[in-house]
């Protein structure tokens, strides 16, 4: 059982699970996305046009959600260790990969925000902006969050085995989470599956504030309370 000091900070720490998702749902309607078949004049009037969104509006979305959900994930793996025990091989793999999601949604985000950012920047006199360029750096960036996803997909995994498990969290999310996981690593099916995600994030946050999964005594031994 953690003291009354670290529970605080636990619960603390969910709340980066409410962040999260408030800082994708900020980029994406906020920043919003380019017309489609866009011509190299309307793509780049369109970001010359919407300069504050499509920038520093994409940029504090990613950062608010991409840190939420890192310090999100500090709580969560305490909660999955605490309750696996042993090695604790399944928490340790939870946290490399919530880890690895956030820096590919960082990343992610850095390279199409750069897209962006060359387009309205005054300094770059000499910049040809072409669509051949934007397609290949926005590809790298789309590239770039399909990872992100097919890793979330794995934190979700380790999360719903071992609430199957252990009943950190209760046994149906463990099942309902175990096919999240696998939609997030089919392509195309993912993107459908990242808002499944969102809501997943949520539910473990608000089973953290609650104190199921901080409670929770290590594999083998009764639950507390």
């Known amino acids: 059982m953690p003291n009354a000091d670290e529970t605080r900070w636990e619960r603390w720490g969910a709340i980066g699970g409410f962040l999260y998702p408030i800082g994708m749902l900020l980029l994406f309607f906020w920043a919003g996305e380019p017309p489609q078949d866009a011509t190299t004049e309307q793509l780049l009037q369109?970001?010359?046009?919407?300069?504050?969104?499509?920038?520093?509006?994409?940029?504090?979305?990613?950062?608010?959600?991409?840190?939420?959900?890192?310090?999100?994930?500090?709580?969560?793996?305490?909660?999955?260790?605490?309750?696996?025990?042993?090695?604790?091989?399944?928490?340790?793999?939870?946290?490399?990969?919530?880890?690895?999601?956030?820096?590919?949604?960082?990343?992610?985000?850095?390279?199409?925000?750069?897209?962006?950012?060359?387009?309205?920047?005054?300094?770059?006199?000499?910049?040809?902006?072409?669509?051949?360029?934007?397609?290949?750096?926005?590809?790298?960036?789309?590239?770039?969050?399909?990872?992100?996803?097919?890793?979330?997909?794995a934190l979700v995994a380790a999360t719903s085995v071992l609430s199957i498990r252990t009943a950190v969290f209760p046994k149906w999310l463990g099942w309902v989470g175990t096919l999240l996981a696998l939609a997030l690593v089919i392509p195309l099916v993912s993107f459908f599956a990242l808002f499944v995600f969102w809501a997943w994030v949520v539910v473990i946050a608000i089973f953290l504030l609650t104190g199921r999964g901080i409670r929770s005594a290590p594999r083998g031994t009764p639950p507390a309370g």
């Open 46 to 153: 369109f970001y010359q046009d919407n300069e504050v969104a499509v920038t520093w509006g994409a940029y504090v979305g990613v950062t608010v959600g991409g840190l939420g959900l890192l310090w999100f994930l500090g709580s969560l793996r305490s909660a999955l260790r605490r309750a696996e025990g042993g090695t604790g091989r399944l928490s340790a793999i939870a946290m490399a990969a919530g880890a690895g999601s956030v820096i590919l949604l960082l990343g992610a985000a850095g390279v199409i925000v750069s897209a962006a950012f060359s387009a309205v920047d005054p300094g770059n006199v000499n910049f040809q902006f072409d669509l051949s360029t934007h397609d290949m750096v926005t590809g790298a960036g789309f590239g770039l969050f399909v990872y992100h996803l097919v890793l979330a997909g």
